[in-house]
């Protein structure tokens, strides 16, 4: 890029691709995309932390909170339904970044959808516009936002859901940039969160959807923005990477004509991803085990870039605080997955994260960095089990299952959706209903006036 303006260089893309055909790969992404999040809204709609998100908002309005009553303004529901989405960690995550799309992208351009009556296609085009912004600046300076203190998803979030909401309306390519250059100052979110299992990060990317859409509401206004905003001597990247330097094709080399987001990861495990290959080699140990308490010992190799995370402090992962720090302790998943299999909703509660047998698993889990890891281009799982007669169970995993080197399939991901609609209450024939929206997003107006109560 010769100016160097990454903003201006995204408005000029994103303006050549509005007259072509996303590819198929991309639209069923979308669509599993919708999916997946209808779901997590209504599997959290009755959590202290939503219903504290919603009577926080005072603004009401035409927008809907997913399975709620109250309708909202356009920044309220984009916040509220935002938080639902990512409340369980249960959402899709994009591998090499990593970002969580779709609990941003969605329900901010829903939001968007209701409040200016934007058009299936238009809504559907602003979703991949969203989720490719988020996708490829993950990459720009790989691990350097997490080592800075912030959650990605936070930070570029509030990124894509301004070019979402940007291309869905058709905004000119001077407000898009200077939407874009308003989003870097309205983008947040620190990791602080894992200190106590506080739950912060579940509003993230709520903040980040209802960010973006005021960032083009201010631009559409006449407010203007830094063109320079991601690539500035005080932009973007200096701010939340502390650096400089950044491989900006990432972001916008074939923007537009090469669709990444279409390569999106699905969740089977409501939890921190890249803690799912562990959890996969546990279960397929499990067997050969058999009573947990003949364990001596469990060593696990890892990746230097997520230990922060996931497995320090020790003493504290092997013991998490309560229900949602155990979804980022790798100690207490591979404990669960020994012991009961799979992980879904109801492997996290407060009760199960302070019970005595898990934490006695959990306290023979420890791990050495491989400095080989190819972390963040792959997420890889290794558990090594010594048992105390003296024999040596192993397994390891070279990719995140979900992902793009084993998608997750489109009937697997619907019976999660329809398992996260009866969690959450929801009927049949609503849950039903939504699944058909999903299947015509492209083609059909998107009304969600039959998902509220």
């Known amino acids: 890029m010769s100016d160097r303006r990454v903003a201006e260089s995204l408005a000029r893309s994103v303006a050549a691709a509005r007259g072509r055909e996303l590819p198929q790969a991309l639209r069923n992404a979308?669509?599993?995309?919708?999916?997946?999040?209808?779901?997590?809204?209504?599997?959290?709609?009755?959590?202290?932390?939503?219903?504290?998100?919603?009577?926080?908002?005072?603004?009401?309005?035409?927008?809907?909170?997913?399975?709620?009553?109250?309708?909202?303004?356009?920044?309220?529901?984009?916040f509220v339904n935002g938080t639902a989405a990512h409340g369980e960690d249960y959402g899709d995550t994009f591998e090499g970044g990593p970002v969580h799309a779709g609990?941003?992208?969605?329900?901010?351009?829903?939001?968007?959808?209701?409040?200016?009556?934007?058009?299936?296609?238009?809504?559907?085009?602003?979703?991949?516009?969203?989720?490719?912004?988020?996708?490829?600046?993950?990459?720009?300076?790989?691990?350097?936002?997490?080592?800075?203190?912030?959650?990605?998803?936070?930070?570029?979030?509030?990124?894509?859901?301004?070019?979402?909401?940007?291309?869905?309306?058709?905004?000119?390519?001077?407000?898009f940039a200077s939407a874009q250059g308003i989003a870097g100052s309205l983008a947040s979110g620190i990791i602080e969160y894992l200190a106590e299992g506080a739950s912060t990060k579940r509003m993230h990317p709520g903040w980040a959807a209802q960010s973006g859409l005021r960032a083009?509401?201010?631009?559409?206004?006449?407010?203007?923005?830094?063109?320079?905003?991601?690539?500035?001597?005080?932009?973007?990247?200096?701010?939340?990477?502390?650096?400089?330097?950044?491989?900006?094709?990432?972001?916008?080399?074939?923007?537009?004509?090469?669709?990444?987001?279409?390569?999106?990861?699905?969740?089977?495990?409501?939890?921190?991803?890249?803690?799912?290959?562990?959890?996969?080699?546990?279960?397929?140990?499990?067997?050969?085990?058999?009573?947990?308490?003949?364990?001596?010992?469990?060593?696990?190799?890892?990746?230097?870039?997520?230990?922060?995370?996931?497995w320090e402090p020790l003493q504290g992962k092997r013991r998490p605080a309560n229900a949602y720090a155990a979804k980022f302790s790798i100690p207490y998943c591979i404990a669960y997955a020994l012991r009961h299999g799979a992980l879904g909703l109801d492997a996290f509660t407060d009760d199960k994260a302070r019970d005595p047998a898990l934490a006695a698993i959990a306290a023979k889990v420890g791990y050495r960095v491989d400095p080989a890891n190819p972390y963040p281009n792959e997420y890889t799982g290794h558990v090594r089990i010594t048992m105390k007669?003296?024999?040596?169970?192993?397994?390891?995993?070279?990719?995140?299952?979900?992902?793009?080197?084993?998608?997750?399939?489109?009937?697997?991901?619907e019976a999660k959706f329809r398992a996260n609609c009866d969690f959450g209450g929801w009927e049949r024939e609503r849950t039903e209903g939504w699944l058909a929206l999903a299947r015509h997003a492209f083609d059909k107006p998107i009304d969600l006036a039959p998902f509220r109560g």
């Open 30 to 78: 979308l669509e599993m995309m919708l999916v997946d999040v209808g779901g997590l809204c209504v599997a959290a709609r009755e959590e202290a932390y939503v219903h504290a998100a919603i009577a926080s908002w005072d603004a009401t309005g035409p927008c809907t909170a997913i399975g709620h009553g109250r309708t909202l303004d356009t920044a309220g529901a984009a």
């Open 103 to 175: 609990v941003v992208v969605v329900p901010a351009l829903l939001a968007a959808a209701e409040r200016h009556r934007i058009g299936a296609k238009e809504t559907m085009f602003g979703m991949a516009v969203a989720a490719e912004v988020m996708c490829r600046a993950s990459l720009v300076a790989p691990r350097r936002i997490h080592q800075a203190g912030f959650h990605p998803t936070a930070v570029l979030g509030a990124m894509g859901a301004a070019a979402g909401v940007a291309a869905a309306l058709g905004v000119d390519e001077k407000t």
């Open 216 to 310: 083009v509401a201010l631009a559409r206004a006449g407010f203007e923005g830094p063109r320079t905003v991601w690539e500035g001597a005080h932009g973007l990247l200096h701010g939340f990477a502390n650096t400089l330097e950044g491989d900006w094709a990432k972001l916008t080399g074939g923007f537009g004509e090469e669709w990444i987001a279409r390569t999106i990861a699905f969740k089977p495990y409501a939890c921190g991803t890249m803690i799912h290959p562990y959890i996969d080699c546990a279960r397929r140990l499990a067997a050969k085990v058999g009573d947990p308490a003949a364990i001596a010992s469990i060593e696990c190799d890892t990746a230097e870039g997520i230990v922060h995370r996931l």
């Open 389 to 413: 007669d003296g024999r040596v169970l192993e397994e390891r995993q070279a990719h995140l299952r979900g992902g793009q080197h084993e998608p997750l399939p489109r009937a697997e991901l």
